[in-house]
Nanobody
Framework: QVHLVESGGGLVQAGGSLRLSCSAS????????MGWFRQAPGKEREFVAAISWTGGPTYYANSVKGRFTIFRDNAKSTVFLQMNSLKPEDTAVYYC????????????????????WGQGTQVTVSS
């Protein structure tokens, strides 16, 4: 069992920055990959970024590449999403998720890969 809690969302102007945090408890944090997804009103939940259990390989959706950075602190059981140059289209509820089964990097962009999800944190970018 893994419990995930996101924080750091809020309202920001276009071009601004936010850092989201996801704190994990339960299973050994350093043993599983983590991902961030987002869901805008009326849209499907979509992949944003993922990071391997080592913190080495990272993966990004094309829409956020170069603007967002995912990183993790295994000692603090926390994964972060640094979001820069925010755009109104980044407005969504952001969710972190844990992949305990370790299906491989090719699956990290897929929602069904993840076993546990946080409750989400709202990010609103005004124009």
């Amino acid at each position: 069992q893994v419990h995930l809690v996101e924080s750091g969302g809020g309202l920001v102007q276009a071009g601004g920055s936010l850092r989201l945090s996801c704190s994990a408890s339960g299973r050994t944090f350093s043993s599983y990959a983590m991902g961030w997804f987002r869901q805008a009103p009326g849209k499907e939940r979509e992949f944003v970024a993922a990071i391997s259990w080592t913190g080495g390989p990272t993966y990004y959706a094309n829409s956020v590449k170069g603007r967002f950075t995912i990183f993790r602190d295994n000692a603090k059981s926390t994964v972060f999403l640094q979001m820069n140059s925010l755009k109104p289209e980044d407005t969504a509820v952001y969710y972190c998720a844990a992949d305990l089964r370790g299906g491989g990097s090719s699956l990290l962009a897929t929602r069904g890969t993840y076993d546990y999800w946080g409750q989400g944190t709202q990010v609103t970018v005004s124009s």
